[in-house]
């Protein structure tokens, strides 16, 4: 039978528990070691080595690590009387490369965790229990099966445990079933075996808390035997998958890979059929060419980039815990959003109070004083004395309530201890100038009638200054309204009619139909003191007063966050455990729900085939009362559509799904330790509006990866034609793999990086998701780098052919053909920061940050070419005046060139408006 539904007796005698006495220490110790501490088990830890080895698994950095292979060879093959750096300078600078992209990412990765470890709390750090005959406070991870434990208001739950004796009892269950609610709970209730989670009365579990009463309890279960246990078994069951930027960079990086063998293999085939040469200089030559077709820098760029935004990121309040999920939320064309805690504060706040037939809107948010009660015509109630109505209304939410509120002096953020809806009565009653503190100071409490599920209302009475015996009462509408005979009005006490009962009743329902659960506020003046612990006394005869009507509101900024995904043509679905109506009105408040949306609740999914899911999914905009393996099957609904998901959430029933996603976007916060541990990243701030921030900084980083991403190849295409076009003339000394690799890196690098770093564009958000199957770069983006290629590689090339052909002019020519390569690249980058305007129309016309990297990578090279100590190791020569202004000549030559591609492509558009034109060509889709 199941635990909730096994008769107590039957249960203690199984777990060998006594409520009196608890376990013995020595039973303790013997259950400890059977079943383990009462922790969840915790994933094993990649040791350090094999995350920095994870670093080198890119394609293009095992093709660098082969490259540095034959470049030993070929050293060990040279000359002994040469130096060892000019025996070994290529592969020692090839090395050096591919350790400083394994170190940035590395340690980039290292930092995100440290951050995220620095936000882990325990969820329940303590337990009292009764052992031995006492009780006694322990560590939860020390709590066993059989244990006896104490429960009251404010206390996490320490394991899964049966309850044996309950007063007034409710625990806050959302982190497990999504429920923004309070959970009564009762130790005789029947439960059914098949019960759900929601509806076992009779249990309470790990990872929720105790917002109202006390109990005692018998643990059932600890670890990973839990519910949450379960939930982290399902977990396991989900596999890591690739980000989309980590599959396009995988898909590009073969191809690069594949043709850098070509190209070396034809070359090398090339040089062994024309003969004359030994096969060390082919097999350097080949390096040398697959060296220059290599991208070097696009790893560490692409590291250093995603490095950089996951910084600016951190700063907002995200913290990314994988380098690629920064870029992946920018691809993301759904969000899927868990309501309580992250659409909505989880914070209890009353919206509208109905008093004396007036309405007054509650502004303010949460537990924070700072709101106010207004008139219907927008007046402040303070602004002139309170209505005696009103005022009691007031006094009885203050009064009927056990709950604290807690001001937390370091953040300034309010905090109720005890009951989420009676810290929403507090904070109205103080927004009123009813303070508890006030109010009280005039009342003495004589007795209590709790709330419990069957009774569905509360009484304290109280003796106030006059020396009157006063019962303050609240409850449910349906249960109060008939035990009421008069109701309080502007004009003093009225009998309460017929006609304003339906009245009451109307307003009710209203305030129910905005989602807004309905509390009637009561008094009753008249007691006898001899029958004041008699509940059939104290709540009969009763005064009506008023209705409040209460919510767990949107968190401030998320309507602007959901119509700003909306209009960047992202899908935002709410994936929530709470009641379908409550999921709807939040929906509408924050502008999610539109005409012709879908609200499917988890009963509806649950009578769903896969096929009847994925035909409905399109529209679906809610899906209510849902468990963690519905959760999970809405993600893959989503995924099987080709979406790319982003799955926010913040408790544990949430982690599944935040696994499953393409990106799991997890509340730092207020979220639990499960749900962070699943996700990709973490919202430090709670706030979802950092999502919209997040999604723009993803987009700005793909767009600026294509921008570098051209760039490089642009320049790599240039050595690429050179050194191909140079091979074939046997008398032309071609590059050295260190200078192509100085090229590569050493200038070329600092630029990528500038515009790695460029700022968003302001319309990014304007622009649709792109889409999943589009690669890196188009076919007109590989155009364009052939195109520039070309002029860039048929320069350096014209510099041999106008070079005497003698073997010390050669060598002169080689010289100068490396400042060329090294200098034309720079100038290309001014007009890599867009792949459509003229660097004319661009504001600033010269990007502060690109201009120094440009500064930078000229001086570096410089250095290269004049110091005399280094020009045996690059194998360059003193320049004249006169060389000079040729190699700037044709450095320049890249900038017209490409600005009359952009002219030719800005009018092919512009013809393409007319109707039936064919659509335009571009030279670039980045930037």
């Known amino acids: 039978m199941a635990v909730h539904a096994e008769p107590v007796r039957e249960l203690l005698g199984r777990l060998g528990a006594s409520p009196a006495q608890g376990l013995s220490a020595a039973e303790v110790a013997r259950r400890r070691r059977e079943h383990g501490p009462n922790r969840l088990p915790e994933p094993p830890r990649v040791p350090g080595w094999r995350r920095l080895l994870a670093q080198l698994r890119d394609p293009l950095v095992l093709t660098l690590l082969g490259a540095a292979a034959v470049a030993v060879l070929v050293g060990m093959s040279e000359r002994p009387a040469a130096s060892l750096l000019e025996r070994f300078g290529d592969a020692i600078a090839i090395l050096l490369i591919v350790v400083m992209n394994a170190l940035i990412g590395f340690f980039q990765e290292r930092r995100a965790e440290a951050a995220l470890e620095a936000l882990q709390k325990l969820s329940a750090p303590s337990a009292r229990v009764r052992r031995e005959g006492r009780v006694q406070e322990v560590p939860a991870a020390e709590v066993v099966p059989g244990d006896i434990v104490e429960l009251e208001a404010g206390d996490a739950v320490p394991a899964d445990a049966r309850l044996l004796h309950t007063l007034d009892l409710a625990t806050e269950e959302s982190a497990l079933t999504g429920e923004s609610m309070p959970v009564g709970k009762d130790a005789a209730a029947p439960v059914a075996a098949d019960a759900p989670i929601a509806d076992q009365t009779t249990m309470v579990f790990t990872a929720t808390m105790v917002v109202r009463g006390k109990a005692r309890a018998v643990v059932t279960a600890t670890g990973a035997r839990t519910e949450l246990g379960s939930i982290g078994e399902l977990m396991r069951s ?93 691809a993301a064309t759904v969000i899927c959003s868990d309501k309580t805690g992250t659409l909505t504060q989880n914070e209890m706040t009353v919206r509208e109070i109905y008093a004396a037939g007036h309405r007054y809107r509650v502004t303010g948010e949460g537990y924070d004083l700072g709101g106010d009660i207004l008139t219907e015509d927008g007046q402040s109630v303070l602004a002139a004395p309170l209505s005696e109505t009103l005022q009691q209304a007031l006094s009885v939410a203050a009064l009927c309530n056990n709950a604290e509120l807690e001001r937390n002096e370091a953040t300034g953020r309010w905090r109720v201890v005890g009951d989420p809806t009676e810290g929403a009565l507090l904070t109205v009653a103080a927004k009123g100038g009813c303070e508890r503190m006030s109010v009280s100071g005039s009342h003495i409490v004589l007795r209590e009638l709790p709330f419990d599920s069957d009774r569905q209302r509360m009484s304290v009475v109280t003796r ?8 303050h009462v609240k409850g449910s509408v349906d249960v109060l ?36 659960r309905v509390l009637c506020l009561c008094r009753h003046e008249q007691l006898d003191h001899a029958h004041i612990d008699e509940a059939e006394h104290v709540e009969r005869e009763l005064t009506f007063l008023g209705l409040v009507g209460m919510m767990d509101p949107p968190r401030p900024g998320v309507k602007q966050a959901v119509a700003t995904c909306a209009h960047a043509g992202i899908r935002a679905v709410m994936i929530t455990g709470d009641h379908k109506l409550t999921a709807t009105a939040v929906a509408r408040e924050i502008g999610l729900w539109q005409e012709g949306d879908l609200a499917i609740t988890g009963t509806e ?75 990709d990243l973490v919202l430090a701030d709670d706030n979802f509006a950092t999502i919209v921030e997040a999604v723009r900084e993803g987009r700005a980083i793909f767009r600026n990866i294509q921008k570098f991403i051209f760039f490089l190849l642009s320049a790599n295409m240039g050595l690429v034609t050179a050194v191909f076009a140079v091979s074939f003339f046997g008398a032309w000394p071609p590059l050295t793999p260190l200078m192509i690799l100085w090229i590569n890196l050493v200038t070329n690098g600092l630029p990528a990086l500038a515009l790695g770093v460029d700022p968003p564009d302001r319309k990014l958000m304007d622009e649709p998701p792109r889409a999943a199957e589009d690669g890196l770069l188009g076919r007109r983006d590989l155009l364009g780098i052939a195109y520039v290629g070309v002029v860039m590689g048929g320069a350096a090339v014209a510099l041999y052919a106008l070079s005497p052909q003698d073997g010390p002019a050669l060598g002169r020519a080689r010289a100068l053909a490396f400042t060329l390569l090294a200098l034309s690249p720079l100038m290309h980058s001014l007009s890599c920061r867009s792949p459509r305007r003229s660097i004319l129309s661009l504001r600033p016309v010269l990007s502060a940050p690109l201009m120094a990297a440009v500064a930078a990578s000229t001086a570096i090279h410089l ?10 190791v690059f194998k360059t020569f003193p320049v004249t005046l006169a060389q000079w202004a040729l190699v700037l000549a044709l450095a320049a030559l890249v900038i017209p060139a490409v600005e009359l591609a952009k002219g030719v492509a800005r009018v092919r558009r512009r013809g393409a408006a007319a109707p039936g034109a064919a659509a335009p060509a571009r030279l670039s889709s980045s930037g």
């Open 464 to 471: 106030d200054a006059q020396g009157r015996e006063v019962a």
């Open 238 to 330: 989900v596999r890591d998958e690739k980000t989309p930027l980590e599959l396009r960079l995988q898909k590009f990086s073969k191809m690069i890979l594949w043709i850098c063998l070509g190209l070396s293999a034809a070359l090398m085939a090339w040089g062994l059929v024309r003969g004359g040469r030994a096969w060390h200089e082919l097999l350097l030559e080949a390096v040398s060419l697959a060296v220059a077709a290599i991208p070097e820098g696009l790893p560490a760029v692409t590291t250093i980039t995603l490095a950089l935004g996951m910084q600016r990121m951190a700063r907002r309040g995200a913290i990314v815990r994988r380098l690629p999920a920064v870029e992946t939320l920018g």
């Open 605 to 679: 999914l649950g009578a769903m085939s896969d096929a009847e899911l994925d035909a409905r999914i399109g529209q679906a905009r809610i899906f209510a009362r849902t468990s963690p393996e519905q959760k999970l099957r809405i993600v893959r609904a989503l995924k099987r559509r080709g979406e790319v998901v982003a799955m926010t959430g913040d408790g544990v029933n949430d982690a599944p799904a935040l696994r499953e996603a393409h990106i799991g976007v997890a509340m730092g916060r207020g979220g639990t330790d499960v749900a962070r541990q699943a996700s």
């Open 481 to 516: 309204l008939p035990r009421c005979q008069t109701h309080r009005t502007d004009d003093g006490l009225r009998k309460l009619g017929a006609a304003e009962r339906e009245a009451i009743l109307g307003e009710a329902e209203r305030m129910s139909g905005q989602a807004l």
């Open 863 to 872: 250095v290269a070419v004049l110091v005399p100590t280094l020009q045996p």
